[in-house]
T-cell receptor, first 112, second 112 residues
Framework: DVKVTQSSRYLVKRTGEKVFLECVQD?????MFWYRQDPGLGLRLIYF???????EKGDIPEGYSVSREKKERFSLILESASTNQTSMYLC???????????FGSGTRLTVV | DQQVKQNSPSLSVQEGRISILNCDYT??????FLWYKKYPAEGPTFLIS?????DKNEDGRFTVFLNKSAKHLSLHIVPSQPGDSAVYFC???????????FGKGTRLSVIA
C-alpha cells in the first residue's frame, strides 16, 4: 500500500518556537501538499510543491514556509509558532495535483 | 469566495436509512469531483469520484450524482451504517495541475 507518513501525531510547542512538521511519501509522486483543518473552516491549503525544490503558496501561507530537498520529503515550518496556529495539519501526495490525494494521518499541533 | 460549498455543517440519519450529502460549486471550469471521508484524528480517505462526462457513479453503498447545469453534486449512502459517521468533504478540480478545492465538510452522524 502506498503511504504518506507524518512524523508526529501530537505535538505541543511554546509560542515563538520554530516548529518543523515532517512528511514522507513512498509513492514517487511529484506533487505534495500541506493543509490545515479547523472546525467550521474545512481543509485550507497552506503550501504545495510540484517537484523537488519547487514550492507554491496556497490560500493561507502567512506564518509558514516549506522545504522540499528530496522528492519523498516535504516539510512544513512554522517560523515562530503562535496560538492561532493550533490546528490539525495534514500532508498529502498525488500523481497529479487535480486528482486523488493520499493523505497522511495528520499532526495535531497545540501551541501554548 | 468559496468555490465549493457544503451548506450543511451536520446531518443526522437513522441506521438503515439513506444519507444525502450535498455540494455546490461555482467554478464552471471544474470537471472532476471527489468525496473524502474523515474520522477524528485520522487523515481523509478517498471515497468516490465522478467526471463531468458522467452524471452518476456508483460504488457499493455509495453513489455520487452530478448535475452540471445546477453546478450541484450529491453523495448518497444507502443503507447508512454507524461506521459511516464521519466528516465528509467534497472536492473539485479543473483537471489542470492545480490543487483540489475542498468544501468545509459535513459531519454525518448515523444513529443506531
Amino acid at each position: 500500500d502506498v503511504k504518506v507518513t507524518q512524523s508526529s501525531r501530537y505535538l505541543v510547542k511554546r509560542t515563538g518556537e520554530k516548529v518543523f512538521l515532517e512528511c514522507v511519501q513512498d509513492m514517487d509522486h511529484e506533487n505534495m501538499f500541506w493543509y490545515r483543518q479547523d472546525p467550521g473552516l474545512g481543509l485550507r491549503l497552506i503550501y504545495f510543491s510540484y517537484d523537488v525544490k519547487m514550492k507554491e503558496k496556497g490560500d493561507i501561507p502567512e506564518g509558514y514556509s516549506v522545504s522540499r530537498e528530496k522528492k519523498e520529503r516535504f516539510s512544513l515550518i512554522l517560523e515562530s509558532a503562535s496560538t492561532n496556529q493550533t490546528s490539525m495539519y495534514l500532508c498529502a501526495g498525488s500523481l497529479r495535483a487535480g486528482y486523488g490525494y493520499t493523505f497522511g494521518s495528520g499532526t495535531r499541533l497545540t501551541v501554548v | 469566495d468559496q468555490q465549493v460549498k457544503q451548506n450543511s455543517p451536520s446531518l443526522s440519519v437513522q441506521e438503515g436509512r439513506i444519507s444525502i450529502l450535498n455540494c455546490d460549486y461555482t467554478n464552471s471550469m471544474f470537471d472532476y469531483f471527489l468525496w473524502y471521508k474523515k474520522y477524528p484524528a485520522e487523515g481523509p480517505t478517498f471515497l468516490i469520484s465522478i467526471s463531468s462526462i458522467k452524471d452518476k457513479n456508483e460504488d457499493g453503498r455509495f453513489t455520487v450524482f452530478l448535475n452540471k447545469s445546477a453546478k450541484h453534486l450529491s453523495l448518497h449512502i444507502v443503507p447508512s451504517q454507524p461506521g459511516d459517521s464521519a466528516v465528509y468533504f467534497c472536492a473539485a478540480s479543473d483537471s489542470g495541475n492545480t490543487p483540489l478545492v475542498f468544501g468545509k465538510g459535513t459531519r454525518l452522524s448515523v444513529i443506531a
